[in-house]
């Protein structure tokens, strides 16, 4: 029987249970008093479940049906329908009445310094479809709305008189009977400035990296003096070099002082050689591969795995003019710069050939030290270019030999401070914006 295993809350067994039924067979009123009472109360909640049950479905039912009533109610309002009534009233105002209203405004325009001028303004008719919307039609069963509707936009400029800058300019808009539509003020050319700028040059030093080729020179700009490339990097003053510190060329001005290099070299005190060297220009001009400027104080011949440079421990000395050898100084018969590769290359080639190295001609090299990034620009030239009408430069009152800033030639040393007059470029700059001045109505 359910009951008795619905009992079974002492977690005995079914055969316990039974056991327990059977000791206890005797109050058969009892047990059916309490089956009786127990099925009066099952049937009682049954009751309450259901009458639970249907007060849920009831409220639902009721939130359903108001739900689906609203619903009902939005779908029979054509809003869609609304729109395009609305559209359609505009449109034939527009047709009947607006649209010749407002061709017939034919505006004019001018600039409150120039009443006297006018200038009609230029009617631009425009078609609109239901496309320029994102519509398929205007129309429909009950509404019948034209395919194409004119829209008039008038467009047209008006000129600010003069080339002042910040002048204001008013722009006026009148109907045909003069009324006045719209007025605007507006300044077509802001200017800022002139502001004044002054540039100063300063001193620059910089050597290769074996210090064999100390240079100094006074210009404008950043001193660039990092050991990147001679070939490449942009020695000395980044903007330009004080027109005095260059030759014709754009090329360092600079000298060859014996003297200095008598300091490092021996073979550099040969009366010979001084009488050769001394005074005589560091720097010469190579029109050829965009032009470069070839530093004289070093150059030497390269060749079948040979080489014939300036070595103080052998006594060797080569330049741009001629080299020393074996207590000897030989001339080239002209400046290199004036000769062609092959001829440049002769000239190794007799001394490879005085040394006993055998080496054809095609195969030997003169190389000489470049002066990275020369030729430069003059100062001069550079400040006048900044502003033709207000660029003024000013020399310096006095100058330097730039020798004199080397140090003992081939070591780093230490140098004296430049007190020279610096020189100066004075400009103005102003800076003007362009204001496209956009009057609607």
């Not at 060297?277 to 070839?294: E, H, Q």
């Not at 080569?318 to 100084?329: A, D, E, Q």
């Not at 092959?342 to 050939?353: H, I, S």
Request: with cysteine; hydrophobic share 25%.
């Amino acid at each position: 029987m359910p009951y008795d295993i619905v009992g079974n809350a002492g977690g005995r067994s079914t055969s316990q249970n039974y056991q327990h039924r059977n000791q206890f067979g005797r109050n058969n009123n009892h047990f059916n008093q309490q089956r009786r009472f127990g099925g009066r109360s099952t049937r009682c909640r049954a009751w309450d479940c259901a009458r639970s049950m249907f007060f849920v479905f009831f409220v639902g039912g009721g939130i359903c049906l108001f739900l689906g009533v609203s619903h009902l109610i939005s779908s029979m309002t054509d809003s869609r329908g609304q729109l395009l009534q609305q559209w359609n009233d505009d449109v034939t105002d527009w047709t009947t009445t607006d649209q010749a209203l407002f061709t017939d405004i034919k505006p004019t325009v001018s600039t409150s310094t120039n009443q006297a001028t006018t200038s009609s303004l230029v009617d631009v008719p425009v078609s609109l479809t239901p496309s320029s919307f994102g519509e398929d039609s205007w129309s429909t069963k009950k509404i019948d709305t034209p395919s194409t509707v004119t829209d008039h936009t008038w467009s047209g400029t008006a000129q600010c008189p003069g080339h002042a800058p910040n002048l204001p300019c008013t722009i006026n808009i009148k109907s045909a009977t003069s009324q006045t539509i719209a007025t605007r003020t507006i300044t077509p050319l802001v200017q800022t400035g002139p502001t004044q700028h002054v540039v100063g040059s300063n001193m620059c030093q910089w050597y290769d990296s074996d210090y064999y080729h100390p240079m100094a020179s006074v210009g404008m700009g950043t001193c660039n003096n990092a050991m990147v490339s001679s070939q490449t990097y942009n020695y000395g003053p980044s903007t330009c070099v004080v027109d005095h510190y260059l030759d014709n060329h754009g090329c360092p001005n600079d000298l060859i002082v014996t003297s200095q290099w008598a300091t490092v070299w021996p073979w550099a005190r040969n009366p010979t050689v001084i009488r050769q060297l001394n005074a005589k220009p560091r720097f010469t001009y190579d029109p050829s591969n965009g032009g470069k400027c070839w530093d004289y104080s070093d150059c030497f011949c390269s060749g079948c795995g040979y080489e014939f440079k300036t070595d103080q421990s052998k006594g060797w000395g080569f330049t741009g003019y001629g080299y020393f050898y074996n207590n000897r100084w030989t001339s080239f018969p002209k400046p290199l710069a004036q000769m062609s590769g092959t001829q440049r290359a002769q000239q190794c080639k007799q001394q490879f050939d005085n040394m006993g190295f055998n080496c054809p001609a095609s195969r030997i090299n003169l190389i000489c030290f470049r002066a990275g990034g020369y030729p430069k620009q003059k100062c001069s030239n550079w400040c006048h270019a900044q502003d033709p009408t207000t660029a003024v430069y000013s020399p310096p009152q006095s100058y330097v030999t730039m020798t004199s800033y080397y140090g003992p030639w081939g070591s780093r040393g230490m140098y004296p401070k430049y007190t020279s007059t610096e020189a100066k470029c004075t400009f103005e700059k102003t800076s003007t914006t362009t204001i496209v001045g956009l009057v609607s109505i």
